[in-house]
């Protein structure tokens, strides 16, 4: 694919200054950047790259002044990081725009499938599938009964989505993704043997939802397992059955979520975070990686620590922690005094 300065600049609503007929057709850091790229200047820490790049075309803030001669064609936007974002949007939509059924697939004749649909060969659609518009499901995929997928979603390779599930519109699931799965659910009985728990809810992801490479999503066991709208989801996350995870949250991977707890809207959770079952988490909490959280958490509280502490108390206290040989020796000292006297 190739596209002009003017083409560029009519997608990001920018202005050029060089030559608006000049092609590029591959991207580039801007200090790797060769004749036929594009590249970007968003952190002033690399200015001096743009006077050496040979990068065709460079994006940058329309605040920017150069000081010397340059062989790039620059576009002026507002903000060129979020320009180049959406550019690299629009490259994926491009790029990925794949059309039409490959073969061998099985699509059950009860499914049904919107314009622009494209379905990779060795996927399987059961029954009563339902798929909006321009929807794009790779090699591999496995789609059980009564599944409805929304308008503009992309299933990669290797996923699969369970019976019952609902994808709202414009989600994306990664490769080996499994949505719907049962959740952890057995009894023990008087022998001590563990008997299963039918699980019979499903999973609705709202639209606007990612959901990472070898990520999994329970099924409840009654109702909903959900994630609303605008949550993103890193690789390798568990989502465990009936969880209910609040409007634009983001989670970074390895991070586990056990059954029934609710997690607010706008909080942010680092990696190999651990959650405990039945509890609620409030709106625009951050917790630190490797955090352990084991009781409610009210609403903007900032948690770090395994079991999590406030993040302020967690430093003062590490900083003790670190000194205990220190502090445990000048106990010492003082008790040998004390006990010469």
């Known amino acids: 694919m190739e596209f002009t300065a003017g083409q560029i600049a009519g997608i990001l609503e920018g202005e050029v200054d060089g ?24 952190n002033p820490k690399y200015t001096a790259f743009i006077y050496t790049t040979k990068a065709s075309i460079t994006i940058v803030n329309k605040d920017f002044v150069p000081e010397q001669a340059l062989d790039t064609t620059l576009i002026k936007v507002e903000d060129a990081y979020k320009s180049f974002s959406k550019l690299l949007e629009y490259y994926n939509k491009v790029k990925n725009n794949k059309t039409g059924i490959e073969q061998p697939v099985f699509l059950s004749e009860s499914a049904a499938y919107g314009e622009g649909f494209y379905l990779g060969a060795f996927s399987y659609l059961g029954n009563n599938v339902v798929i909006g518009t321009n929807v794009k499901v790779y090699p591999n995929v496995y789609v059980g009964d009564n599944v409805t997928i929304g308008n503009d979603v992309v299933v990669f390779a290797g996923s699969k989505i369970y019976s019952e599930s609902i994808i709202g519109n414009n989600c994306v699931i990664h490769s080996g993704a499994i949505i719907g799965a049962d959740g952890f659910g057995f009894t023990p009985n008087e022998k001590g043997e563990y008997t299963k728990v039918p699980q019979t809810g499903n999973v609705i992801l709202e639209d606007n939802v990612d959901v990472g490479a070898g990520t999994t999503i329970d099924r409840a066991t009654l109702g909903s397992t959900i994630l609303r709208k605008g949550v993103k989801l890193d ?4 989502i465990a059955h009936n969880v209910e995870i609040g409007e634009h949250t983001a989670i970074a991977a390895q991070t586990g979520i056990a059954g029934s707890t609710k997690i607010g809207k706008h909080c942010m959770i680092g990696g190999q975070v651990g959650i405990v079952g039945h509890i609620t988490i409030g709106d625009r909490v951050r917790i630190q990686a490797q955090s352990g959280i084991g009781r409610n958490v009210k609403d903007d509280e900032v948690l770090q620590g395994s079991p999590a502490l406030n993040y302020g108390d967690y430093n003062k206290s590490y900083v003790y922690f670190k000194n205990l040989p220190k502090i445990i020796n000048r106990v010492d000292e003082i008790e040998k005094r004390f006990d010469g006297e």
């Open 235 to 238: 690789n390798q996350i568990q």
């Open 19 to 42: 030559n608006p007929e000049i092609a590029v057709n591959k991207l580039a850091k801007i200090e790797e950047g060769e004749k036929g790229s594009l590249t970007f200047l968003a």
